[in-house]
């Protein structure tokens, strides 16, 4: 059921926006902005609702509005998300056609842009002359990760409501809540910086073991020889480019952690099922170690974003963090 107490971790944005929709001046654009997966959509959703809901209480979740808007078939609210990698032209001309006529259900109509980053020029251009001057009484609310990318004038027609990564306690809770154990919760909740969709990867058997090929790399790493690596990276090689980006994130999260038990705040590592090994390996490497491997590590992953060979990107990293390892 629809409700405002279904988000998770973004009481500001909640609270202000129950704020407006008591009170008299509704902005006709809002700008959500904030990290990917943070619940922004579901919190447009919410809003969208309370501002169509038939209840003084709104949104009540109960009532016919209510429901239409959780299952996106409102007749007054129309959802514009881009479509692979662009939000057309064609799809902001059909909804500002949509807009013009009156509203069927409701008093007012309500706009939610998804992914508004990706309107291209002319897009943006076509919305931007809707926000100037609005007709009859629409409220607009734009969704976005990357505000800059949005044109400043299209920034400045709306009203701006920040979201924040959740706090790594309410998502564990909210994780337990959808049946997780409260350990699986805890450990997702801090690799995950505060972000639904990664944490459910995480918990999901892909990302387990995405996560558990990391670590039998990272720790192997100091006893491989030359045969190991070449196996290794055939083996990395094998699998779907999103797979080794998501391995070599977990990597990453791997040699933060070894930086942060050597400078002895074990209380901040993210992997914190690993700390016997992070203590039997402490020897293995220097903090100045570390670092370059985590430099070697940032350009290996941007090779494997732009294409580049897994087999011989792998390798590279892998030769490269031996040398480290037998230079000090
Ligand atoms: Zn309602």
Redo the contacts with the bound molecule.
Sequence with gaps: MISWSSIVGQEDAVSRLRRLVRGVRMPHALLFAGPESVGKYLTAKTLA?AL????DD??????????L?ENESHPDLVIVRPDKQNIKIGEIRKMQKDLSLAPYMAQRRVCIIDEADKMRDEAANSILKTLEEPVGDVVFILITAKRYQLLDTIRSRCMLVEFGAVPQSALARELVRRGASEEEADLAARLAGGRFAPAEAILSGGGQSSRQAAIDLFFSVPTMAEADIWQTASAWDACEREEVLARLMSLRLLVRDAMVYSADLKEEIINSDCLDRFAQAKSVWSQRTLSLFMHELVKRERSVKNNGNIKLVIEAMLLAWRSMIQRR
């Design positions: 609702a169509l809901c038939e209840s709104a949104p009540c979740g109960t009532c016919q509005a209510c429901r808007a």
